[in-house]
């Protein structure tokens, strides 16, 4: 069964460094998104991705946030400057487009990328 | 905004016991989604209830939805213990933007 892949499982970072989380959503996918959980919090939405352009952001994603789709296949996140409390879990999520009728679209989730800022 | 809000609960029951536990939102929906996450994995997706459905069966998940009151419900029947996990609720709003609550831990005990 086809499924959404993250890499890497496990990011430890230092204050001010940039990171980039990578995903692999399902191929025949169109719609891209990332959330994050901090730990023992909800979890949170970021950003949606299609056409290779943001579709919809949260307060959430400033400007320290980008998305890119580089390639056919990977849906990144990059933190610029990363800070303490970006130190979470940030999961991408793929569907296969919005709606399926009047109802939305099922989103896959890939299992997550810890990231550990220092 | 639209939030999914679970009771706060930590539920723990034996091996074939059945586990409810319940969400409530703040605005009118479209859909009501129930999640499923394992400890340090991904969430996955268990079964989807429109606005205009009372309740839902998908194998030995049962979601009931009240919209009067804005409330839903999840039932795990015959609870095994594979069934260990967070549950979360979540409503949608803007374009396919999942809001959750913050979950129910289910323990069974085997």
């Known amino acids: 069964e086809p499924e959404v892949t993250q890499t890497p499982s496990h990011q430890v970072t230092q204050m001010g460094q940039e990171v980039i989380l990578r995903c692999v959503p399902i191929s025949n996918h169109l719609y891209f998104y990332w959330y994050r959980q901090i730990l023992g919090q909800k979890v949170e939405f970021l950003v949606s991705f299609y056409n290779n352009e943001i579709s919809e952001k949260s307060e959430i994603f400033d400007d320290q946030f980008s998305v890119e789709r580089p390639d056919g296949s990977n849906f990144t996140l990059k933190i610029r400057s990363t800070k303490l409390e970006d130190s979470a879990m940030y999961f991408c999520?793929?569907?296969?487009?919005?709606?399926?009728?009047?109802?939305?679209?099922?989103?896959?989730f890939g299992p997550g990328t810890r990231l550990t800022v220092t | 905004s639209q939030q999914g809000e679970e009771d706060p609960q930590a539920l723990s029951i034996q091996e074939g016991e059945n586990a409810t536990m319940n969400c409530s939102y703040k605005?009118?929906?479209?859909?009501l989604q129930w999640y499923r996450q394992n400890s340090g994995r991904g969430l996955v997706h268990l079964i989807l209830?429109?606005?205009?459905?009372r309740e839902k069966h998908s194998g030995r998940l049962r979601v009931t939805l009240d919209t009067s009151k804005k409330s839903s419900s999840l039932l795990i029947t015959a609870s095994r213990a594979a069934d260990t996990a967070s549950y979360f609720c979540?409503?949608?709003?803007?374009?396919?933007?999942?809001?959750f609550g913050k979950g129910n831990q289910v323990v069974v005990i085997p």
């Open positions: 999520a793929s569907s296969e487009g919005l709606y399926f009728g009047t109802s939305n679209r099922e989103q896959y």
């Open positions: 209830i429109r606005s205009n459905e």
């Open positions: 979540a409503t949608v709003y803007g374009n396919n933007r999942l809001a």
């Open positions: 605005t009118s929906i479209n859909n």
